[in-house]
């Protein structure tokens, strides 16, 4: 069964780990979810690493909870102190900067284990559907590239209405291929990727029958098909995790900028690249949850413009989510004046 996607028992881990009450709205929570604040020499600050020594408390990641905290004094109570304004003002000015640092102070797979079980709690655990036709999805997935799904669907289903059989359109002319699926854009380009896609394994195989990758190591798949045009890391990853049900972690546009604002990659990371970076990470048995589950985040709360971070499941894992929200913020606040 190596490289079959397993889909494990759901546990939850974060039931193992210490609790704490957060000060600001009283809800407790593991301390990963957690900021701590600690009073040493008679200064209160954050302690983001939670190395400091002295009497602490904790806050969830959010700028509310902390001004609540502060407010209702229960950080006084908690620390048994006082806050004077200039201490006040400089645990706000603060507050972005130690919030970001304590959750890039969490081990990055340990993160996107907890990120996974958040999503889960929140969306459910997709479950892998069973085995789909390989080369169907090949193409399916070329002609998705720099499209939308309806766009896709159409043109795959003018194609397979134009030529029933994969070896018809192996032989036809690629101008007409390009005529069928003009819906999915660089109908060009994407047609003579396909006739030569299809040419190629028709060739080195003798059929167009694919089912037996299933059965290969998902290395091994890769490493081949990236050989071909417009077959690249994203492709033949999609293939593998729909597919065969391996545990390969594809990253789409949606993963790929979810991926940057958890700051598990660079801003200017490739999608390539952070495939490569993110699989390690990605719990085992969970690449097809955690891929479906951050492509429904993308499409819902957490899209390219206006993130709707305030109801994100992840928002307190999330380096970016404070200064996301504040930056929409600040974008509404303009706009009405």
Request: aromatic letters at 6%; one cysteine or more.
């Amino acid at each position: 069964m190596s490289g079959r996607h397993l889909e494990l028992e759901r546990t939850d881990k974060t039931s193992h780990l210490p609790i704490r009450t957060c000060a600001g709205c009283g809800g407790k929570r593991s301390k990963p979810f957690l900021l701590r604040l600690v009073k040493t020499l008679g200064e209160i600050a954050f302690d983001p690493r939670a190395k400091g020594v002295g009497r602490g408390c904790y806050v969830c990641r959010n700028a509310g909870c902390l001004a609540r905290a502060i407010s209702r004094r229960a950080v006084q109570r908690a620390l048994s102190c006082t806050l004077s304004e200039s201490a006040r003002a400089a645990l706000t000015d603060d507050f972005i900067q130690a919030r970001t640092e304590s959750i890039l102070a969490l081990q990055p797979s340990g993160r996107l284990t907890l990120i996974t079980e958040q999503l889960e709690n929140r969306f459910g655990r997709p479950v892998w559907q069973g085995r789909e036709n390989p080369l169907d999805n090949l193409v399916l997935t070329v002609l998705s590239q720099s499209t939308n799904d309806r766009n896709r669907d159409q043109a795959f289903a003018r194609l397979r209405q134009r030529y029933p059989h994969w070896r018809q359109v192996m032989t036809a002319e690629v101008a007409d291929i390009a005529d069928a699926i003009r819906p999915a854009g660089l109908a060009n380009q994407k047609s003579s990727r396909i006739r030569d896609i299809l040419q190629w394994v028709h060739t080195t195989y003798g059929t167009f029958d694919l089912s037996f990758l299933c059965d290969e190591a998902p290395e091994e798949i890769k490493n081949t098909f990236m050989q071909l045009k417009g077959v690249g890391i994203k492709t033949i990853s999609v293939v593998l995790m729909f597919c065969c049900g391996a545990d390969v972690f594809p990253v789409d546009t949606h993963v790929h900028r979810i991926c940057k604002r958890l700051h598990f990659v660079g801003e200017k990371t490739s999608a390539e690249k952070t495939h490569r970076q993110m699989q390690p990470l990605v719990p085992a048995g969970k690449s097809y949850s955690l891929h479906m589950n951050l492509l429904k985040l993308g499409r819902t709360l957490c899209t390219a413009r206006k993130p709707r971070c305030a109801e994100c499941p992840i928002r307190d894992l999330c380096p970016s989510a404070e200064g996301l929200s504040i930056k929409e913020k600040s974008h509404k606040d303009t706009r009405r004046n």
